[in-house]
């Protein structure tokens, strides 16, 4: 017999839910020691039900967001009736959809009264994952073994008893304790979440539970379906282009999107995208799909709530074998960052359907981590340098970029490092960090600035890894606008040599005293440059955000002319 349903009190489980995970989230900040996660908040809270359909999400780091219901379904595959109260399981393994090695997944199943009624989940980027790379980051990678420990699931509680030799098991293959307290905090956050919504079961009954959680997945499918139903039906298809397998020099790799819209649904195809790599540039099924998803809803309506109804409507396909959907045993560690190309070509494919939704491109990622011995005492540290990476996003019709926001997949999810806390986790020196003038693409709305980091390294025998594409192609205007500019990592060691990393490298040796130079590109423009506010224009070149010779080339406006400086 289905219960009644009422609105006032859908919109408190809806609310309530949106408040649990982020509750959780609050939690991982408090309690994570990583600076990955505690200042980054490099990570993902979330609810689901019985069945891993999503309840709600807190999505810190939107390439993480749609990566915990997968697995949560595999899971009740994995353990069918073997699950109990008091359970904890981890899990990380890319091959039983897992969307990169170094995101570690908590999973909590909840009872009440002895039956199984939702799961708490958390996942966060660890600062270690084993491998032959400290940091989990391995350019020379071709298979998933020297990338990292493989966490199929596994119950590190089984009925609320710590077991302890498959803890010891886990963490003797990871390099740094830190990883054993932040995967507490996960622990401690599921707890947290388990506790919250038991409270609310208790309140409200579970009869009404599972009839308002189905009505709040259809009224959220609705609001989706009409989103999509904005979109003119139709095929539309992008391109997007990834650089460099790390391997190979020269080699270049396409993703290739065909998009079909008929009235409330839209399907993404992926079956013409290049195949995988002989390297460690590919991709897995759940973080592709999971990009799929971020850059839709960028283009949607910022309310709808992040539920199983959400996704209902929409499909994507991507093959088995693909740079996006590499197969057993590949290496994958990339896979996260390829969610830029991605969302250009799903950008392409619907600027022309949707000119007032989408934005120009943004800046793509070239980022570094650096690891080593802190010679003040003695401690081992690694630091992915979230400061630096952090370009513009692109302009979109009525607003310029953000400034300084970061790569797609993190959609300003990823915060910036503290300065002094960087001084404090790392034995570098922070010489410079600022938004970097005429990084921007220009337009009648601009793109976002990017910024210049420089840092002097303070360990010796220091190793740099760098991933990313944004040395390559900048970030693309829109209907008139001009791209933004390139990125670059250079170093300069004590002795006055330059070295140059590829975008995919791995340098060992890297001496105390290197200066560490690194340029984060700005977003594409939207629209006739010509067409910008001059007043704006004026301001801008006060401030510095561009130069005069740079709005003078770009936009054809010479500061103090008529019309110039008001």
Request: overall charge negative; hydrophobic content about 35%.
């Amino acid at each position: 017999m289905s219960h009644e349903i009422d609105q006032i009190l859908l919109s408190v489980y809806a609310r309530s839910f949106k408040s649990i995970t982020d509750e959780m989230s609050i939690s991982m900040e408090k309690t994570t020691r990583s600076p990955i996660l505690c200042e980054a908040k490099d990570y993902v809270t979330g609810l689901y039900d019985a069945h891993g359909n999503m309840l709600e999400q807190t999505e810190n780091l939107p390439i993480l967001a749609f990566s915990l219901a997968p697995v949560c379904k595999y899971l009740l595959e994995y353990f069918g009736d073997d699950l109990h109260p008091g359970d904890v399981i981890f899990h990380n393994d890319v091959f039983s959809l897992g969307n990169q090695n170094n995101d570690v997944a908590v999973f909590k199943p909840v009872f009440l009264e002895g039956k199984l009624v939702a799961w708490t989940a958390v996942k966060g980027h660890q600062a270690d994952i084993g491998g032959n790379v400290r940091g989990g980051y391995n350019p020379n990678a071709v298979e998933v073994w020297q990338e990292a420990l493989r966490i199929p699931p596994v119950k590190v509680y089984e009925k609320g008893k710590l077991r302890k030799d498959v803890w010891n098991l886990i963490f003797a293959n990871i390099r740094l304790d830190i990883v054993q307290h932040d995967m507490k905090a996960e622990i401690g956050a599921c707890t947290v979440g388990e506790r919250r919504l038991l409270e609310l079961l208790r309140k409200y009954g579970l009869e009404s539970f599972e009839s308002h959680k189905l009505a709040l997945f259809d009224a959220t499918r609705r609001m989706m379906q009409a989103e999509i139903g904005r979109i003119p039906n139709g095929h539309y298809s992008g391109e997007g282009e990834v650089y460099y397998d790390g391997r190979h020099v020269g080699s270049r790799f396409t993703i290739r999107v065909d998009i079909e819209v008929r009235d409330d649904s839209i399907r993404f195809d992926y079956s013409r995208t290049d195949p995988q790599t002989n390297g460690f540039v590919n991709g897995t099924f759940t973080s592709s799909a999971s990009a799929t998803i971020l850059t839709l809803l960028q283009m949607v309506n910022p309310d709808i709530p992040h539920n199983e109804g959400m996704i209902q409507p929409i499909e994507i396909v991507i093959p088995q074998g693909t740079i996006l959907n590499a197969s057993y045993p590949k290496a994958t560690t990339f896979g996260n960052h390829l969610c830029p190309p991605n969302a250009d070509a799903i950008i392409r494919a619907l600027a022309p359907a949707m000119p007032d939704r989408v934005t120009a491109g943004w800046n793509n990622l070239l980022c570094s981590l650096t690891t080593g011995t802190d010679p003040a005492n003695g401690d081992t540290y690694v630091d992915i340098g979230f400061m630096g990476l952090k370009g513009g996003s692109g302009a979109m019709l009525g607003t310029d970029g953000y400034d300084h926001i970061g790569m797609i997949d993190a959609s300003g999810g990823v915060l910036d490092q503290d300065y002094e806390m960087f001084e404090q986790q790392t034995p570098h020196r922070l010489i410079r960090h600022e938004y970097l003038a005429d990084s921007a693409g220009a337009g009648q709305w601009r793109g976002g600035l990017g910024v210049e980091t420089m840092f002097e390294i303070g360990s010796q025998d220091t190793q740099l890894v760098t991933f990313g594409d944004g040395d390559f192609e900048p970030a693309f205007g829109l209907f008139g606008g001009g791209e933004g500019t390139l990125n670059f990592i250079r170093l300069t060691y004590p002795d006055g040599s330059v070295v140059v990393p590829k975008n995919k490298d791995l340098i060992t040796g890297v001496p105390r005293g290197t200066l560490y130079h690194q340029q984060a590109g700005g977003g594409g423009g939207y629209g006739d440059p010509a067409k910008r506010d001059r007043a704006t224009l004026a301001r801008e070149v006060r401030d510095g955000v561009i130069s005069t010779a740079g709005a003078r080339e770009s936009y054809g406006y010479s500061p103090g002319a008529s019309g110039g400086d008001e």
